[in-house]
């Protein structure tokens, strides 16, 4: 098959990088070796900057339904809770968004699919990139 752009990997950054071309007209092909979106998280955390490509994109809603904005973190010392360190307003002057956002890895890859989705691109599932070869005009890919 010819593709304009093939994206390997449908964690944040793959998804990420499919949903800001497919707005742009641009149809990638995705794929992940896994079978199924992340079932587990990774991340636990987002930070002003993505809420605000979030909010560009369409996404802030549902993150915030999603997620919840942190207060403050509370650090523990063999078994002890030693202090409270405040982190709301992180960056109030700075970002409309002045918060971290507790939304886990599994959240915010559901999201982006499923805007991906909507933009007309799905994720192929179970397709593991293999090997390349460059040519001048043009890149060979093995997939399985
Ligand atoms: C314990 C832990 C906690 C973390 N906490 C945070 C946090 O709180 N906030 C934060 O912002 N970040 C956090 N991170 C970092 C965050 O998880 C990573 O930055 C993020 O996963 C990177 O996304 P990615 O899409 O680049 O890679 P990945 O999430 O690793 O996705 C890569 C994808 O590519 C696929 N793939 C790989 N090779 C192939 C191949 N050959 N063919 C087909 N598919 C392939 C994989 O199956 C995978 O789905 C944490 C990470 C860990 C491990």
Known sequence: MDVEVLIVGAGPTGLML???????GVRPLIIDRHSWPAQQTRAMAVQACT???YSKMGLNEQAHTLGAIVG????WANGKWTVRIPIG???QSISPFPYILM???DDNE???GAQLHELGVDI????EFIALEQYPDYVDVTLR
């Open 110 to 112: 559901r999201i982006m």
């Open 51 to 53: 809420l605000e490509i």
């Open 18 to 24: 499919a949903n800001q071309l497919a707005r742009r």
């Open 124 to 127: 192929r599932w179970n397709t």
């Open 72 to 75: 403050g973190a509370n650090m």
């Open 103 to 105: 939304l886990g890895q």
């Open 89 to 91: 307003d992180i960056s």
